[in-house]
């Protein structure tokens, strides 16, 4: 509640409605310059009055926060998180969806003559680089990694990926987002629930925080679709790795250098 109310405190005071401090804490005067808000209902309760003041401040900067009535949903969770990174970057965030990325790279689509060639055989050409950070092996957070397994025809490109998401999230926020919590690369075995070869078995295939990323689970429950991971998977997508989260919405703990 507190990141909500400091945001209401910058666009009252954008409005010229407040000028207290931008501290969090929903004060009279916050509550003053709400219902001076034109449009604002005066019968609503605070937190109402709240959201509604997101939605206003959301539609007036241009981001779709859906119908202002002053209650919290998907629209103006994603609106408030748009108005949360332009209050603390000053500049709208860049809409990085998968398809307005054009990738360096393109890997061979899975289960292809092409593919075959490209990669050859599985469990073969596999060769173990150094990685940026510290991976914790996420089925047993005592152990820990600093060296990855894969195909050697994309090493240089994962490590270019590892060394973004370290740039942009540095490590105290990789490991607060989880995106140290290593499920594994290379592993010679059939897709889960499937009877094809996974594209694990070629070491072209990375899981993360597969715990909280289940296999099944779509965007509504998977840690990974949440907008903070935008940057991580635009690291992944402009080298051309394939996230089968954000194409099929499905097992978002996994991302391949191959096409589907
Ligand atoms: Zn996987």
């Not at 859906?66 to 998180?81: R, V």
Request: glycine share 8%; with cysteine.
């Amino acid at each position: 509640m507190k990141e909500k109310i400091k945001v209401v405190q910058n666009l009252l005071a954008e409005k010229g409605l407040y000028s207290g401090a931008i501290d969090g804490v929903f004060g009279p005067a916050t509550l003053a310059g709400l219902n001076q808000v034109p449009g604002m209902n005066q019968n609503l309760p605070q937190v109402r009055k709240v959201t509604t003041m997101i939605q206003i401040g959301a539609r007036e900067k241009g981001f779709n926060s859906g119908e202002i009535d002053g209650m919290w949903g998907p629209q103006t969770q994603f609106a408030f998180e748009e108005l949360v990174y332009l209050q603390k970057f000053g500049k709208v965030r860049d809409p990085w969806r998968p398809e307005e990325i054009t990738p360096m790279n393109r890997w061979p689509k899975q289960n292809t003559a092409a593919f075959h060639e490209f990669y050859g055989l599985r469990a073969q050409n596999l060769v173990t680089v150094p990685v940026p950070y510290e991976m914790k092996i996420a089925w047993d957070m005592r152990y820990r990694a600093r060296k990855i397994t894969c195909h050697t025809k994309v090493a240089g490109s994962l490590i270019r990926v590892l060394e973004n998401v370290k740039n942009i999230y540095g490590e105290s926020e990789i490991d607060r987002l989880a995106l140290n919590r290593f499920g594994g690369c290379f592993n010679n075995r059939l897709m889960r629930g499937g009877t094809q070869w996974s594209t694990h078995s070629w070491g072209i295939a990375l899981d993360f925080d597969p715990a909280r990323n289940q296999l099944t689970w779509g965007r509504n429950q998977a840690a990974f679709a949440h907008p903070v991971y935008n940057d991580w998977w635009r690291c992944w997508e402009e080298e051309g790795w394939v996230s089968l989260g954000r194409r099929r919405n499905y097992d978002w703990m996994h991302v391949q250098a191959a096409e589907v």
